[in-house]
C-alpha cells in the first residue's frame, strides 16, 4: 500500500499501548477488511508530529478481496489524517523495508517573522531571516558518504552511523524554503538535526565552513538542537522496477504546496 498520512494528530508511526499511532490505526482498518488480525510493516517509521506522502506498506493476509476494497473499504475506517492512495498484490519475497533502495525526505520551513495559522502543524518555521547561498554552500559539504555521527539522536538504534547521503538541497520562494533530502537510509533525528545547523548557517551564527568542521567532529553535543518535526515529510521510497509499484513509490510533493514548488 501507498499510505499519506498528517502526523499532527498522532504520535509517530509506530505501535504504542495507547493505540494514538499510525500503525495503530492502519492495523485496525485493514484487519476489519481482511476479517483477521493484520500487522503491516513500513518503509521507514516516522517520528510524532512527521508526515508523510509516500509512505510505503506491506502486510500478509490470507484474505482474498479486490484491490479498490484495500483502498476504499480501508479508507471508511482510517482516523482522519490518514488514507491509502493505491494498493498492489506483491511477490511473498517483498519487504516495504528491506525491498527498498532509497527514501526521500522533504521539509518546509516557514520563514517570516509570525508563524502560520493555516499551516499549522505541517510546516516549520523560524521568525528571523535566512540567507540562502550560504546554507546552499553547507549542505555541499554533507552530500556523499560520511559518518553523520554529528547529526545522529543519542537513542538511535541504527548499527553504523555511515550513511550515503545522495542529494542534498536547499531552495527558496518567497518566505518558503525547501530542504530535500536522498539517501539509502537516514538515522534517527538525521534530517532534523541536520536542518538545524543549516539554519544556524542561514541565520549567520556560523558561516558556510563550519558545517565540514561539525560533520568532521563526530560528536552530536558540538550540534545544534534538533529542528521541529512539524514540516518533514517522507515524500518517496525507491523500489525496484520489477516490484511495479506506483512511480516506483514516490509521491513526491505534499498536495497543499503552491505549483511552483
Same mark, same amino acid.
Given at each position: 500500500?501507498?499510505?499519506?498520512?498528517?502526523? !499532527?494528530?498522532?504520535?509517530?508511526?509506530?505501535?504504542?499501548?495507547?493505540?494514538?499511532?499510525?500503525?495503530?490505526?492502519?492495523?485496525?482498518?485493514?484487519?476489519?477488511?481482511?476479517?483477521?488480525?493484520?500487522?503491516?510493516?513500513?518503509?521507514?517509521?516516522?517520528?510524532?508530529?512527521?508526515?508523510?506522502?509516500?509512505?510505503?506498506?506491506?502486510?500478509?493476509?490470507?484474505?482474498?478481496?479486490?484491490?479498490?476494497?484495500?483502498?476504499?473499504?480501508?479508507?471508511?475506517?482510517?482516523?482522519?489524517?490518514?488514507?491509502?492512495?493505491?494498493?498492489?498484490?506483491?511477490?511473498?519475497?517483498?519487504?516495504?523495508?528491506?525491498? !527498498?533502495?532509497?527514501?526521500?525526505?522533504?521539509?518546509?520551513?516557514?520563514?517570516?517573522?509570525?508563524? &502560520?495559522?493555516?499551516? /499549522?502543524?505541517?510546516?516549520?518555521?523560524?521568525?528571523? =531571516?535566512?540567507?540562502?547561498?550560504?546554507?546552499?554552500?553547507?549542505?555541499?559539504?554533507? !552530500?556523499?558518504? /560520511?559518518?553523520?555521527?554529528?547529526?545522529?539522536?543519542?537513542?538511535?538504534?541504527?548499527? &553504523?552511523?555511515?550513511?550515503?547521503?545522495?542529494?542534498? &538541497?536547499?531552495?527558496?520562494?518567497?518566505?518558503?524554503?525547501?530542504?530535500?533530502?536522498?539517501?539509502? !537510509?537516514?538515522? /534517527?533525528?538525521?534530517?532534523?538535526?541536520?536542518?538545524?545547523?543549516?539554519?544556524?548557517?542561514?541565520?549567520?551564527?556560523?558561516?558556510?565552513?563550519?558545517?565540514?568542521?561539525?560533520?568532521?567532529?563526530?560528536?552530536?553535543?558540538?550540534?545544534?538542537?534538533?529542528?521541529?518535526?512539524?514540516?518533514?515529510?517522507?515524500?518517496?521510497?525507491?523500489? =525496484?522496477?520489477?516490484? &511495479?509499484?506506483?512511480?516506483?513509490?514516490?509521491?513526491?510533493? =505534499?498536495?497543499?504546496? =503552491?505549483?511552483?514548488?
Amino acid at each position: 500500500m501507498g499510505v499519506e498520512y498528517c502526523g !499532527a494528530g498522532f504520535e509517530g508511526w509506530q505501535t504504542q499501548r495507547h493505540g494514538r499511532t499510525v500503525q495503530d490505526g492502519l492495523e485496525r482498518a485493514v484487519s476489519l477488511i481482511a476479517g483477521e488480525a493484520v500487522q503491516v510493516v513500513c518503509a521507514g517509521r516516522t517520528d510524532t508530529g512527521v508526515h508523510a506522502s509516500a509512505q510505503v506498506v506491506h502486510f500478509d493476509t490470507g484474505a482474498q478481496r479486490p484491490l479498490t476494497a484495500w483502498v476504499r473499504g480501508v479508507n471508511t475506517h482510517l482516523p482522519d489524517g490518514v488514507v491509502v492512495r493505491w494498493s498492489r498484490q506483491v511477490a511473498d519475497d517483498f519487504h516495504a523495508r528491506f525491498s !527498498a533502495t532509497g527514501r526521500r525526505y522533504r521539509y518546509l520551513l516557514l520563514n517570516r517573522p509570525v508563524r &502560520s495559522a493555516l499551516f /499549522h502543524g505541517r510546516v516549520g518555521w523560524f521568525h528571523a =531571516p535566512l540567507a540562502l547561498e550560504p546554507m546552499q554552500r553547507a549542505a555541499a559539504y554533507l !552530500a556523499g558518504t /560520511h559518518d553523520f555521527s554529528s547529526f545522529r539522536a543519542a537513542e538511535c538504534q541504527a548499527n &553504523s552511523p555511515v550513511r550515503t547521503l545522495r542529494e542534498i &538541497s536547499v531552495r527558496q520562494q518567497g518566505e518558503w524554503f525547501v530542504f530535500e533530502f536522498e539517501a539509502n !537510509a537516514f538515522l /534517527h533525528h538525521m534530517i532534523r538535526n541536520i536542518v538545524g545547523a543549516l539554519v544556524y548557517v542561514g541565520k549567520g551564527t556560523h558561516d558556510a565552513d563550519w558545517m565540514a568542521d561539525l560533520l568532521a567532529q563526530r560528536d552530536r553535543r558540538r550540534a545544534p538542537p534538533t529542528f521541529a518535526p512539524h514540516g518533514l515529510y517522507l515524500a518517496g521510497v525507491d523500489y =525496484p522496477d520489477r516490484w &511495479s509499484l506506483p512511480q516506483g513509490g514516490r509521491i513526491i510533493a =505534499p498536495a497543499f504546496l =503552491p505549483p511552483e514548488f
